[in-house]
């Protein structure tokens, strides 16, 4: 049985009026959000704390983001019911379960095999039908190429050219891209040409994207 108390229930619908109050206007993500019960995504250790729109660790050197950072990368994605969405960087698999939420498919990418063993197992355990690889995020998941969105839950150092080449025409990508001691959060949208168009949306924090190996 989930765990999730009416005072857990009563907290994310504080979190939700706080997003809104901080301007998230998305009523798919804000829905998506009071539903998804991020105790469960937390050592157990934080969870009187969960719902305060700050991030936790989840060990292996990884952090849960801030409720704010997901609620923005979900709605800079724009992301219609059944649409494909790859997500790069699986971690506690709190972003993957909002996007599942949204009603969107999702496949999930994670290189941290602790991390990857955890959320494969927890993912569905909640109910949410989510596709876990375990892999390198940059190579993407081509298998199942080309996807209508791509997001990136790790700061990078550069676009990965290999992820666009898996988006569709008319598909955007949202990345924080690491510029001086912040990430800087952009929309990339490719055109029919294949050439992008970029825009920046604010600076947010985030653990680095890992290259050249698998843990």
Excluded at 4 to 30: A, M, Y
Excluded at 121 to 143: E, I, T
Aim: glycine content about 10%.
């Amino acid at each position: 049985m989930i765990r999730d108390s009416h005072k857990q229930q009563g907290n994310r619908r504080k979190l939700v009026k706080l997003l809104e109050e901080k301007g998230i206007k998305d009523k798919r993500v804000l829905e998506a959000i009071g539903k998804v019960p991020r105790h469960l995504f937390l050592n157990s250790a934080f969870e009187e704390q969960a719902y305060e729109d700050r991030p936790f660790a989840i060990g292996a050197g990884q952090t849960i983001s801030q409720p704010f950072t997901v609620a923005t990368q979900s709605e800079l994605l724009g992301a219609e019911k059944g649409m494909k969405v790859l997500e790069i960087g699986t971690g506690s698999g709190y972003q993957a379960a909002v996007l599942h939420a949204m009603g969107i498919k999702v496949f999930t990418i994670e290189r941290i095999k602790e991390l990857y063993d955890r959320t494969s197992k927890l993912l569905p355990k909640l109910g949410f039908r989510v596709k876990c690889f375990y892999g390198d995020g940059n190579q993407g998941v081509p298998n199942w190429a080309p996807y209508d969105r791509i997001i990136i839950t790790a700061g990078a150092p550069i676009v990965p050219e290999g992820l666009l080449d898996q988006l569709k025409i008319g598909g955007i990508m949202v990345v924080p891209v690491t510029e001086g001691d912040s990430e800087v959060m952009k929309t990339i949208t490719k055109l029919e040409d294949g050439s992008t168009v970029v825009r920046d949306h604010g600076t947010f924090r985030f653990v680095p994207l890992l290259e050249d190996r698998l843990d």
